[in-house]
């Protein structure tokens, strides 16, 4: 079955641009967004300290099937990050240490899988950063299609190409390209705020003063 590619229309962030939200914590996007735009508990990187921060190339791809995602390493443009669609499967691993090093080559900036990887250790030592929802030592099929650079949920998060994809030890935020400088300026102005309470913690002033806490008295 042929693999269906869409032609992405949105409009590149320059690199200075894109590098404004490499220290912008997936928890204070989404803390600016609602508390929304955030991946399931389940996605978690492969190894502590892996982050990825860049657009997403999206795809989607049949249950245990990884043939659109390795077309799409070949598509994706250097810097974005693989945000891959697969069903939340993970008794099929869609990834492992060949992809893994085909991405490298391509200077991907990471991948973030609703399903299971393979070659864990292999990915660790490449130090590439992977997000996955679970290990598992069986392989995919290929040859089922699949579609690249259209709209998905990924662990119950809406993505679509272009959106910035950020990752750390909390799971993986994504920021919908469109409202990116509003969102940019409400992340820079929670950070400066916790930074505020956690100087009041130091001095004595706890969090909950400014809570307007109710506390009744029981005797």
Known sequence: MAIQ?????????????LANWKDIPPAI???????CYVMAAHISPLAPGMRVC??????????GDNG?????????????????????????AVWGGIMTRAALQQNLGGVV????VRDASEIRELGFATFAAGICPAGPSKGFGGIIDGAIACA?????????????DDGVAVVPLE????????????????????ADTKSGILPAAGFNLTIEEIS
């Open 5 to 17: 590619k869409y032609t992405p229309t949105f409009t590149r962030l320059s690199n200075d641009a």
């Open 29 to 35: 996007a989404s803390d600016c967004m609602n508390r």
């Open 54 to 63: 860049g657009h997403a190339c999206t795809v989607t791809g049949m249950v």
């Open 68 to 92: 659109a995602s390795h077309a799409a390493i070949g598509l994706a443009h250097p810097g974005d990050i693989l945000v891959i669609d697969a069903r939340g499967h993970t008794e099929t």
């Open 113 to 116: 899988i609703d399903g299971a």
């Open 156 to 168: 119950g998060c809406p993505v679509k190409p272009g959106d910035i994809v950020l990752g750390d």
């Open 179 to 198: 409202r990116q400088a509003e969102i940019l300026k409400l992340c820079l102005a929670k950070i400066e705020q916790e930074n505020a309470t956690n």
